[in-house]
């Protein structure tokens, strides 16, 4: 039983992180409606905008790079956590990009900014995923499969 619940456990945890990070960036490119729409951006714009309120601390160059640098690691780390691949690199990472957020958060808008976001859900779902020793349903479970059937040919 504390198998199966493992396993369903870190399904859904990888699933919701990984839909979690994907979901924002389909929206910060326009693809889940035009800003005023009832997104939080609809457009680059919109959230690079957006981004210069939470890294006030930064000029606007390394902002928008950050912005830029982020949205490709959302990308990156919501793929390979819906598919389940590097689950425990892509988890620690994941956790690492969040934690950065919150931090960013608290620096340019106070404690509350990341309370109102969950900011901290994803940095503990992160971490304790990467904890995890097996990820049934996944690529690296797949992996794993065929490399011990290779050493036995």
């Excluded at 979901?23 to 729409?37: I, K």
């Excluded at 960013?104 to 109102?116: D, E, F, Q």
Aim: glycine share 8%; net charge positive.
């Amino acid at each position: 039983m504390r198998d199966k619940l493992k396993n369903i456990s870190q399904l859904i945890t990888r699933l919701a992180l990984g839909v979690g990070f994907l979901y924002p960036v389909a929206d910060r490119l326009g693809f889940l409606g035009a800003p005023g729409s009832g997104v939080n951006w609809g457009d680059w714009k919109h959230f690079t905008d957006y981004s210069h309120t939470v890294m006030a601390f930064l000029p606007r160059a390394l902002c928008d790079l950050s912005a830029l640098i982020a949205t490709i690691l959302e990308i990156i780390f919501g793929m390979s956590l819906l598919l389940g691949f590097k689950i425990r690199v892509t988890a620690i990472g994941s956790a690492i990009l969040t934690l950065l957020f919150a931090v960013s958060m608290i620096i340019s808008n106070g404690v509350l900014a990341p309370v109102k976001y969950p900011v901290f859900v994803f940095v503990g779902a992160s971490l304790l995923l990467a904890q995890m020793d097996y990820f049934k349903w996944s690529i690296d479970s797949l992996l794993i499969s065929h490399n011990k059937t290779s050493k036995h040919l």
